[in-house]
């Protein structure tokens, strides 16, 4: 992206309108900060009842950088290459076949599983709280190297969650008896994956500068919109809700 004139990008709406801006302003290194007037929020800053009495810290700099992970990605099939990039997951899915897909994992250059499933989710530490995690998979710390592969909906039960180090490029193929499937950044599809298909993932040079409020604790945030609750738990500065 060609450089910008500004200090910060401000993304009015949930976690998904952050995305749109972590992709609009990919590599531009401009940090974003997010105000929830959506519905969970777990990368966004400032609830929106609250943009008055904090948007004039913000505009004196009182915030803190969290530098986030993201995924490249290349889909090879049979005719082309087509590249993309993620801040939350990459993933292979079904989508409108009606059967199961049969996917072939590796990591690095060592051979993890084959699943049957609805699909195959790699995931940033972001993005372990979004579908990662509706489809079971482990809460990571933002300031974890990791990646995390998660099968959605496996036809084995003993098919779960495998935490990686960040430094491996995990592969996923569509097998030859397999149906087709699609290929999905942060909820947008990018492309058809067919039988033979081979989708590569690592992490990208291009991460992500999330500002936030200097108070906000990521832990107090996970209590709070997950709906923790229990004797000793810390209570958020603002309720977020």
């Given at each position: 992206?060609?450089?910008?004139?500004?200090?910060l990008?401000?993304?009015c709406?949930g976690?998904?309108?952050?995305?749109?801006?972590?992709?609009?302003?990919?590599?531009?290194g401009?940090?974003i900060?997010?105000i929830?007037i959506?519905y969970?929020?777990f990368?966004?800053?400032?609830?929106?009842?609250?943009?008055?009495?904090e948007?004039?810290?913000?505009?004196?700099?009182?915030?803190?950088?969290?530098?986030?992970?993201?995924?490249?990605?290349?889909?090879?099939?049979?005719?082309?290459?087509v590249k993309?990039?993620?801040?939350?997951?990459?993933?292979?899915?079904?989508g409108?076949?009606?059967?199961?897909?049969n996917i072939?994992?590796?990591?690095?250059?060592?051979?993890?599983t084959?699943?049957r499933?609805?699909?195959?989710?790699?995931?940033t530490?972001?993005?372990?709280?979004?579908?990662?995690l509706?489809?079971?998979?482990?809460i990571?710390s933002?300031?974890?190297n990791?990646?995390?592969?998660t099968?959605?909906?496996?036809?084995s039960?003993?098919?779960?969650?495998?935490?990686?180090?960040?430094?491996?490029?995990?592969?996923?193929s569509?097998?030859?008896?397999?149906?087709?499937?699609?290929?999905q950044v942060?909820?947008?599809?990018?492309?058809?994956?067919?039988?033979?298909?081979?989708?590569?993932v690592?992490?990208?040079p291009d991460?992500?500068?999330?500002?936030?409020?200097?108070?906000?604790?990521?832990?107090?945030?996970l209590?709070e919109?997950?709906?923790?609750?229990?004797?000793?738990?810390?209570?958020?500065k603002?309720?977020?809700?």
């Open positions: 992206m060609k450089s910008l004139e500004a200090d990008v401000i993304a709406g976690d998904g309108t952050l995305l749109q801006a972590a992709h609009r302003f990919r590599g531009s401009i940090p900060l997010g929830n959506g969970l929020g990368i966004t800053s400032i609830p929106g009842n609250r943009v008055r009495q948007m004039r810290r913000i505009l004196n700099g009182e915030f803190t950088i969290s530098r986030r992970t993201a995924l490249a990605l290349e889909i090879e099939g049979k005719k082309k290459l993309g990039w993620a801040l939350n997951d990459a993933l292979v899915v079904r409108d076949n009606p059967h199961l897909i072939s994992a590796r990591v690095g250059d060592r051979r993890l084959k699943y499933c609805d699909g195959l989710i790699v995931a530490p972001t993005g372990s709280t979004a579908y990662s509706a489809a079971g998979g482990p990571i933002p300031e974890c990791v990646l995390t592969i099968p959605i909906c496996p036809q039960l003993t098919n779960r969650s495998v935490v990686v180090n960040s430094t491996e490029m995990v592969e996923m569509l097998d030859p008896t397999s149906g087709p499937g699609i290929v942060d909820g947008m599809t990018i492309a058809r994956a067919t039988p033979g298909s081979s989708i590569r690592q992490t990208s991460s992500v500068p999330i500002a936030f409020l200097p108070e906000i604790n990521y832990y107090d945030v209590s919109k997950l709906q923790w609750r229990g004797e000793g738990l810390s209570k958020p603002y309720g977020y809700s």
